[in-house]
């Protein structure tokens, strides 16, 4: 299979994960090792001044990881780019997930403050990856303004619906100069099967996993849809029929005597 | 001194410069950042950056998130 390729970086593993909602970062860690992903996501929070818990970088640094920090949170450009500065300092990467969702019922992203944002982080050396919406337009204007990916929501955050924009991705996949990452959603390993077989460059997967009653295990069912599907789009999937008249893969000899 | 930490007041007992508030907090080597008065302050800037009476500290750390 092709490398993935970001901001000059090579990756093998085309699955990059989320690391919330796990029961345990003990949980987390192992569902991350067996997923055989190189991308995880990290989010920031004020620390207590009597601060006890487990840290959770220690479970997600690991050499061959790029942490990729997230600035889930922020409401506006200005304060994605406090964010970002808040997290380059705090985990030494200028790897960034762009996510700028003021609204708390949907988490949808909001498309003029991460545009915005995304040219003032390009100009300030961060390597960009915004969440945004599956929105043709809206991602040329992204990849112009130099994001290091696209990364278009297959449906609202955390809702495992699979791919309900999937028109959109199709559009958003054929015209990109950018690596494509389906983000938000993804359900199912099948989801993720079928972003990659759409020629999708990546999956971003959380919830899905995290959820899961058994997330190690489905953390290497998404591995394993992932390396199919883009196994499949690198194979070269047939054309689909437009009608439902069979077409024999087999030769139509005759047995009997007619 | 008294000065806001994550919007709780907190008694800088002694110093008063940024190295001097992680010090006195444990903070960690890394993974988390400081800002003073919505500015972000680099770790190799903490010993020279005086913090006054009634300034406005955030200070962050790793948590899960997708």
Known sequence: MEKLIIAGREFDSRLFLGT???????????????????????????IELEDKEDDMLRHIVHPHIQLLPNTSGVRTAEEAVFAAQMAREAFGTNWLKLEIHPDPRYLLPDST????????????????????????????????????????????????????TRDFL??????????????????????????????????????????????????????EAVIAGRRAYEAGLGIQADNLVASASSPLTSFLNE | MKIQVNNKETELTQGNNVASLALQLKLPEQ???????????????????????????????AACGG
């Open chain 2, 31 to 61: 993974g988390v950042a400081v800002a003073l008065n919505n500015r972000m302050i680099p770790r190799s800037q903490w010993a020279e950056q005086e913090i006054k009476e009634g300034d406005s500290l955030v200070i962050i750390k």
């Open chain 1, 170 to 223: 199709r559009i958003i996949i054929e015209q990109s100069n950018v690596p494509v990452v389906v983000d938000a959603g993804i359900g199912a390993p099948s989801h993720a099967a079928e972003a990659m077989e759409m020629g999708a460059a990546a999956c971003l997967v959380n919830t899905a996993i995290a959820v899961a009653r058994n997330p190690v295990e489905m953390a290497i069912a998404f591995k």
């Open chain 1, 20 to 46: 919330g909602k796990f029961n345990s970062n003990q949980q987390m860690e192992e569902a991350i090792l067996a997923s055989g992903t190189e991308m995880v996501t990290v989010a920031m929070k004020r």
């Open chain 1, 113 to 164: 403050e991460t545009l915005k944002a995304t040219e003032e982080l390009v100009k300030l050396g961060f390597v960009v990856l915004p969440y945004c919406q599956a929105d043709p337009t809206l991602c040329k204007r992204l990849e112009e303004a130099g994001a290091a990916t696209v990364m278009p929501l297959a449906a609202p955050i955390g809702t495992n619906k699979g791919l309900q």
